[in-house]
């Protein structure tokens, strides 16, 4: 069966950095675009970044441009995302996804645009 498993998550500062990962199996890879998104206490799981099949395309939330980076190694079947210069507002849990949506539809900022999920890893960053 089809298993997305995250890691990465724990406790920063603000100003610090993490990186997660989600290594899939069950699926091929390569053909998938990732995305990772994120839930707060109270809040809407929301859109944080993909990337495409290949690695050659990324796109980006406006609240982590220039602070995330999403990354994907297909030789690994794993995904990244370095999160540096973390905030507060960033503390959530995380969750990594797959589908086959296209970057250049507006369903990649939307969890039906994603046919898996993993079961999520918890940021918390201090203040």
């Known amino acids: 069966q089809v298993q997305l498993v995250e890691s990465g998550g724990g406790l920063v500062q603000a100003g610090g950095s993490l990186r997660l990962s989600c290594v899939v199996s069950?699926?091929?890879?390569?053909?998938?675009?990732m995305g990772w998104f994120r839930q707060a206490p109270g809040k809407e799981r929301e859109f944080v970044t993909a990337?495409?099949?290949?690695?050659?395309?990324?796109y980006y939330a406006d609240s982590v441009k220039g602070r995330f980076t999403i990354s994907r190694d297909n030789t690994k079947n794993t995904v990244y995302l370095q999160m540096n210069s973390l905030k507060p507002d960033d503390a959530a849990v995380y969750y990594c996804?797959?589908?086959?949506?296209?970057?250049?539809?507006?369903?990649?900022?939307?969890?039906?645009?994603?046919?898996?999920w993993g079961q999520g890893t918890q940021v918390t960053v201090s203040s």
């Open positions: 990337i495409n099949w290949s690695g050659g395309s990324t």
């Open positions: 996804a797959a589908g086959l949506t296209s970057l250049a539809s507006p369903t990649i900022r939307q969890r039906g645009g994603y046919d898996y």
């Open positions: 069950g699926l091929t890879f390569s053909r998938y675009t």
